[in-house]
């Protein structure tokens, strides 16, 4: 069982520790266990960051003696300490308690520390790391102002499950600290951020690197807290699998998209005896006059997937173009109106002869005729752009309340808010709104931002829902949802034809796609990804993962 597909909410871990302190586990082994895992994964990347600044400041020592002597000065005016100095932020609770024995740790090994503890109430155990660290002469203080001094901060107020917002005189300190732009560590999550939500409960923790501990937290998954989490990995302390499987077993899971699971629904290995039609026919509706490139885009990327045939329809007058960018395709010209857009399908072609329908990039509202007998067909439809903005001007709920085929939506937020209006006022919790989107329509809901959330109901009616943990901001970037829209649409007609689950290509191409996204960020910088450049990177992005 992979740990790191797991996501929980404060309740549901509150449940798992529960079990686990119930078992037998005293709370105070499982501290000394966790918090010795975090002193030595924040003395190894302290050491690995360190290294990077040395390297860097060796070239700017070269700059000059009068510099160096200078900033010599500086230093040794501020720190009182020996290099490193690191202040660690001590809460009344047990991530207070953590952070206690890890400030123990690094001063045990040699680290100059000074323990922030603003409150004067901390609980029992939390209250006895407290008196062994003074009674080690380690330096306490109730201000902000001789955490400057430090190189570093570990931050351990507020664990998992904080629900009050925080108020002055602590609100003012955060802010303060956040003001000294120090690197900072975080314990499990920053301060301040909501365990479900990720929202900024009054203030929080800007951490540079938050160590999530056993289980990952939704907040992780949430486009609004990633400012505050920075870069993050989880502590994995052992957590026994029946736990976590008397706790998530019996309701909805929330998983994250792990590779062993994406590649698990890759269309291959292929069969010896596979011809085109065995691996899906695929039809993609898009493209006007003035969106001429999102047609193609979308080709591009199920030419990608390997789908098995092709087919796009697009207006006549840009049917050359397709042709020579894509010419494995059977390219089908349709009626247009004035300005360049598809006035409706053309009147012999038959919707029943393909396994699935790609519909929106690039359509312009003037597709609606064609959008709308799609819509009445019995295909399975991945539907993006001005297909989901017809959608909407027709009415979400009912028409895909009363197709029989499968449906996937892929809207950005503010189509997501043109669909589902009722929901609008609940975006702020992306997780949340894109389940409820699933029960009020049927479809596969595939809400796009930084960490996109797909959600689905299953056979047994459970809403199933998966977050994709890692992407980069090179995908934000005109033309990058048209590739999305081709590849889903190639693994969707290619699962349909191979009867294999059609639900989970789903979280497969959302993977896919942001991996070619990451790999040609590393290797073009995020300011080098044009859509155009991602679908180049769509195979060996997959070939690097996959060791092929």
Partial sequence: MTIEKFVVTAAQMRQIETRIFAAGMPVSALMEKVAGLLARRIQKLWKEEGRGKREEGRGKREEGRGKREEGRGKREDIVNYQFPAIGVLVGPGHNGGDALVVARELHFQGYQVVIYCPFFQLKELTGNHAQYARSLKIPFVDKVEPLKKCDLLIDGLFGFGLEREIINPIAGAIDEINQFKKPVFSIDIPSGIHTDSGAVLGTAIRATHTLCLGLWKLAFLQDRALEYIGTSELIDFDIPTADIEAILGNQPPIERIVKEFATQHLPWPRSPIAHKYTNGHLLIIAGS????????????????????????????????????????????????????????????????????????????????????????????????????????????????????????????????????????????????????????????????????????????????????????????????????????????????????????????????????????????????????????YLIPALRNKIGL
């Fill in 289 to 536: 006059g003035r969106y001429s490139g999102a047609a193609i885009l979308s080709g591009l990327g199920a030419r990608a997937s390997g789908v098995g045939m092709l087919s796009i329809a697009v207006p006549e007058s840009i049917k050359p173009m397709l042709s020579s960018q894509l010419p494995e395709a059977l390219v089908i010209g349709c009626p247009e109106t004035h300005s360049g857009g598809i006035s409706e399908l053309p009147i012999g072609i038959d919707v029943s002869t393909y396994d699935a329908i790609a519909v929106g990039p690039g359509l312009t509202l003037e597709a609606a005729i064609a959008v709308e007998s799609v819509l009445e067909s019995d295909r399975a439809l991945v539907l993006d752009a001005d297909g989901l903005n017809i959608l909407a001007q027709l009415g979400t709920v009912p028409i895909l309340s009363e197709r029989s085929a499968l449906t996937i939506i892929t809207p950005h937020p503010g189509e997501f808010k043109r669909l589902f209006p009722e929901l609008a006022d609940k975006m702020g919790d992306r997780i949340t709104a894109t389940q409820q989107a699933v029960q009020l329509s049927g479809a596969v809901v595939l809400l796009k931002g930084a960490r996109v959330c797909i959600c689905f109901k299953n056979e047994g009616d459970r809403t199933i829902t998966y977050l994709n943990p890692e992407s980069t901001p090179a995908l934000a970037r005109g033309g990058s949802g048209d590739v999305l829209t081709g590849l889903l649409g190639g693994l969707l007609a290619t699962a349909i034809a191979r009867n294999s689950p059609v639900e989970l290509v789903v979280p497969t191409a959302v993977w896919w796609h942001a991996q070619a996204g990451i790999m040609a960020a590393k290797e073009r910088t995020e300011l080098g990804v044009d859509a155009f450049t991602l679908t180049e």
